[in-house]
């Protein structure tokens, strides 16, 4: 849930983001009539004592000014930046601890968007996340949430900015400069998401004109905003804009091609797609990370770069390998395809019901919309002729193909041509 300011000076800060010792920007509490009244100056100690009276009162969250905002980014690094390095702290916790920062972070950038600077300090995180990979990759991976983990778009983008650091030091090396420019380019690829509703992100099954219109707009809302912040370079405005894009042209919001897609999209488009697979989403629960590697393959060429995938593998099969743990959850989907499962230009075109193959005795194939299915008949929309009475193969996308008779041919509502066919029993078909 987004809170906005009810007072244009300030910013909303969740009362668990920070914990200081000594603070570098003041801390207010909003009242009645946008009445600010100062909590906490500037040098005084903030602790977790603190947050659970404030929590105890129902105050979740507290303001800062916005000429502090920098102040206040550059604290949140320095928590994460000092969780992940003391090693007296067990994994799970420094992770977490940097996982919450950075979500933090970016939550208050998708907020405060038009802030000068605030860009700055996600940067010098991204920079951070580059001398940890090169450090020690295998420790920085833990920062990847491989799976149970919800898809929550702050969530989603910490990930993304994590895998876009692993894969770029798979693809160049760990000390390329280019490094950063991937880990802040992944760290912020969604941030037009900010003008998308939660209902809609999270819909399950196709979305409505409006709702796909909303969807669409987000790479290029997210690089004007970027194109604002003059700290951005170009790169990064790119893989925002073209993280959706697809090799064979049919992505958005351009449908670019092949050639014309960057380097930098094509890293950002496998980690973003990735992610948004294995996660858990409210209408289902999370994909096993190898599962999401075999859907994918399937498209290897048509939407994703092989070079960028390969390497992908190679890193999750890589932090597989070392903790097989990292792996041993998730909804095995066979035969579910990846068109099916999240946002395009393809899926909008699916049918409600998907599609399934007629095959003929002689081999050959027809692809159909599945217009209804019951338990011993099944009609679907196609332009092919079959004899009175053929025996067929139907094969849906998700399941084991059905043997079945060719019955009658009838016209739907829109005109098309529907045939209709009886399912056989396994004394039917021999």
Not at 116 to 129: P, R, V
Not at 376 to 390: F, G, H, Q
Request: charged share 25%; hydrophobic share 35%.
């Amino acid at each position: 849930m987004t809170i906005s300011s009810p007072n244009a000076e300030y910013f909303p800060v969740p009362i668990d983001a920070i914990q200081s010792e000594g603070l570098g920007f003041d801390l207010y509490l909003m009242y009645e009539g946008c009445q600010a009244v100062l909590y906490r100056k500037s040098g005084a100690s903030y602790s977790m004592c603190d947050c659970d009276e404030l929590r105890e009162k129902g105050i979740t969250h507290f303001y800062v000014r916005n000429v502090q905002h920098q102040q206040f980014q550059r604290a949140v690094c320095e928590q994460a930046c000092d969780a992940f390095e003391d090693e007296s702290v067990v994994r799970e916790k420094r992770t977490r601890i940097v996982r919450d920062s950075c979500g933090k972070m970016i939550e208050n950038f998708m907020t405060s968007k038009r802030v000068d600077g605030i860009s700055e300090t996600l940067g010098m995180m991204a920079g951070k996340f580059g001398e940890w990979c090169n450090n020690d990759k295998s420790e920085f991976s833990y920062l990847l949430d491989m799976s149970e983990h919800d898809f929550y778009t702050t969530t989603h983008m910490v990930n993304v900015g994590v895998g876009c650091t692993l894969l770029g030091a798979e693809l160049l090396g760990n000390d390329h400069e280019m490094v950063q420019v991937l880990s802040l380019g992944g760290l912020i690829h969604d941030i037009g998401k900010c003008g998308v509703p939660t209902d809609v992100l999270n819909k399950e099954g196709k979305l409505s004109d409006e709702e796909w219109g909303m969807i669409r707009k987000h790479p290029e809302l997210g690089a004007s905003i970027l194109r604002a912040q003059k700290e951005v370079s170009p790169e990064i405005v790119d893989m925002t804009l073209n993280h959706h894009e697809r090799l064979d042209g049919k992505g958005y919001p351009n449908g670019i091609r092949a050639d014309e897609i960057s380097f930098h999209a094509r890293v950002c488009s496998v980690v973003d797609v990735y992610d948004a697979l294995s996660s858990a989403r409210p209408y289902r629960g999370p994909i096993a990370p190898r599962a999401v590697l075999d859907m994918m393959r399937e498209d290897v060429g048509k939407a994703f770069d092989a070079k960028v995938f390969g390497a992908w593998e190679r890193v999750v099969e890589r932090m597989i390998e070392e903790n097989p743990a990292r792996a041993a959850s998730g909804t095995q989907t066979p035969g579910m395809k990846l068109e099916a499962m999240i946002p395009s230009p393809i899926a909008q075109s699916r049918p409600e019901n998907g599609y399934m193959t007629i095959r003929r005795g002689d081999g050959t194939g027809t692809s159909a919309e599945v217009v209804q299915t019951t338990l011993c008949e099944v009609i679907l929309s196609a332009d092919v002729r079959l004899d009175c009475s053929e025996q067929v193969e139907l094969q849906p996308e998700d399941g084991a193909a059905m043997s079945a008779k060719y019955l009658s041919k009838r016209l739907g509502s829109r005109g098309e041509t529907q045939l209709v066919f009886k399912l056989l029993t396994g004394n039917q078909a021999a």
